[in-house]
């Protein structure tokens, strides 16, 4: 490997787990494209995902598979044998209610054991289940996706967590005429009906209707992030889940050796947490604890506490945790002899984790347990249900993806001057619901669903080394010069090096001479560095001399390693506002809308193309 950006790996450094890495078979046509296709065979998996839970059900009854702290803060668990028997109950309700494909349940909650009970009961009875964002109800405030969501998918039957909460998004996208379901608490002039109602009700036909769920019958209705467009609906089938899960299995065997222990916070409304996490519990017989903390100061502390209590077989977060979670376990001893007593492998995903942040864990476990834990990246998305590609092979850095699993096919295609990745396989959905136009949009002639992501190799000379992400096509531009610009790399650079101060990058530049970053600042971490309190506003941390000397450094070492104008930045602007759910320029779970922030913004770019803003900071210095 001639690639200086990577490292090859060695086995011996780290704590020993199965992990497949099956050899591709990999071509290279005339036309510039590429297939690669794994030479493992994709095993056989169930025709349902629920016939997991009725495995374990008589397998481990007493295990649990689902638990989540009560308001005392005692751990509340429901075994797989609890677990089938509300399902069921749950699924006659909802079959008594008449909800069918075309009436589904519409779940509007975070992580909790009525949630998983109800998209549990509804895969019983063969009935689709969506869960929507949270942040679409209490958190926006014109409910402008979530009457997309109610829109496209007609519920029969609505569920949410806290009647209190919910209410005025409930009044604002939900028709009278649909049932509702409330966790707790009542929606002032609705009818409703308490959860613990439908545990109530004695199966009749239930099992009748599992018996009938097939492979293509549709488990959920998966919603996009809506970074660039309103949600679509992902028709999530059986078959892609149980396929799914088999590809994981076959790439991570240890699962088969030990029950998967997890302590997740990741949203259920996301195909990461609520298929790819959950999923892996289920399939395996393992068991799930849902973390109510998340990597924010106020409440990553109730991660902290989850794990000195609870021991993951393998851990999934986003880099901001992990960076947190680094410094935790260099400062406290109970939480590593718990959090590193049995776990396998380290997963990150949704943004690129810093060397810095990656060699500060690595040396943490090194010293508590003698050797490094494997940390995992690959390449999903919400219509692959999610996972296609992992980074299993010999090779370390960042921006490596690796190789498909089995079962995957991956084309590479050459467009607009890069390789877009486009995927095959039975983890691939059959199109977007009720939306024949953009599903035949994202399918190419042979049936690949076409990503938008562009791939490179490692090394095109040895092409089994496996793949590079190389950012989002639709992303990237041209300057006035004719100079293509590359956002992805160039993003994941700033992030990488502007951290922990830098939250997210928004590159501007098209159709200008030169290029510009519109920068969302990490507040609590930038404010620490003013030395400001909490009560310090936005713009007076973004506009402190301690943070914008910090930036400007940050400007040039960026530039240090520019190679030219598609990569060197004329400015950067700190933005002393956050994003906007509502106005599209952030999804719910954190993701950027390029086009969107620049769209909200115009103005602000063209004052500091033109040397009018004050607040700008250049290669010259902060102004």
Known sequence: MNNPAFQTLVASDFRPVKIGYPPPEIAHDAQGVWRIKPLEQLEAYPERLTDRLVSGAEAFPERCLMAKRDARGEWVRISYRDMLARARRIGQWLLDQGLSVERPLLILS?????????????????????SVSPAYSVVATDYAKLRHIVETVTPG????????????????????????????????????????????????????AHAAVGPDTIAKFLFTSGSTKLPKAVVTTHRMLCANQQMLLQTFPFFADEPPVLVDWLPWNHTFGGSHN??????????????????????????????????????????????????????????????????????????????????????????HCGHRIRMMVGLGMTETSPSCLFSTGSVMGAGYVGLPAPGCEVKLVPVDG??????????????????????????????????????????????????????????????????????????????????????????????????????????????????????????????????????????????????????????????????????????????????????????????????????????????
């Not at 718990?338 to 500060?360: E, H, I, N, P, T």
């Open 418 to 623: 890069k390789l877009e990745g486009r995927m095959r396989g039975p983890h691939v959905m059959p199109g977007y619901w009720r939306n024949p136009e953009q599903t035949r949009a994202v399918f190419d002639e042979e049936g690949y669903f076409c990503t938008g992501d562009a791939l490179k190799f490692v090394d095109e000379a040895h092409p089994a080394l496996g793949l590079v992400f190389d950012g989002r096509i639709a992303e990237d531009f041209k300057l006035s010069s004719g100079t293509f610009v590359s956002v992805g790399p160039l993003r994941a650079r700033v992030i990488t090096s502007g951290a922990p101060y830098v939250q997210d990058v928004v590159v501007a530049g098209m159709n200008r001479d030169d290029i510009g970053l519109l920068i969302f600042g990490r507040v609590a971490e930038c404010r620490q560095l003013a030395g400001l309190d909490e009560d310090a506003d936005l713009l007076a941390v973004m506009t402190h001399p301690a943070v914008r000397a910090y930036f400007a450094d940050l400007l040039g070492r960026i530039n240090q390693t520019a190679t030219g104008s598609a990569n060197r930045v004329a400015w950067l602007r700190l933005l002393e506002t956050l994003p906007s759910i509502d106005h599209g320029e952030v999804t719910d779970k954190g993701s950027i809308n390029q086009r969107a922030v620049l769209g909200r913004r115009a103005e602000l770019v063209d004052s500091l193309y033109a040397g009018q803003d004050p607040f700008v900071i250049t290669p010259a210095g902060a102004r």
């Open 278 to 367: 959950v999923g892996i519990a289920l399939y395996n017989g393992g068991s799930f604890y849902i973390d109510e903390g998340q990597p924010t100061p106020r409440r990553f502390g109730e991660t902290l506490r989850n794990l000195r209590e609870i021991s993951p077989t393998v851990y999934f977060n986003v880099p901001k945790a992990w960076e947190d979670l680094t410094v935790a376990l260099e400062q406290d001893a109970q939480l590593r002899e718990v959090f590193f007593a049995r776990v396998k492998l380290f997963f990150f995903a949704g943004a690129g984790l810093s060397q810095a942040a990656w060699d500060r864990l690595d040396r943490v476990t090194e010293a």
């Open 110 to 130: 975070g992580n909790d054991l009525e949630h998983i009970q109800l998209m549990l009961g509804a895969m019983y009875a063969g009935i689709p289940y969506s």
């Open 157 to 208: 039957a609505v569920y949410a967590a806290d009647g209190a909460a919910f209410a005025r998004a409930i009044e604002g996208a939900v028709d009278e005429s649909v049932s509702l379901i409330l966790g707790q608490g009542q929606v002032p002039g609705r009818n409703s009906v308490p959860f613990a109602t439908l545990l109530d009700t004695q199966p009749t036909r239930v099992d009748a």
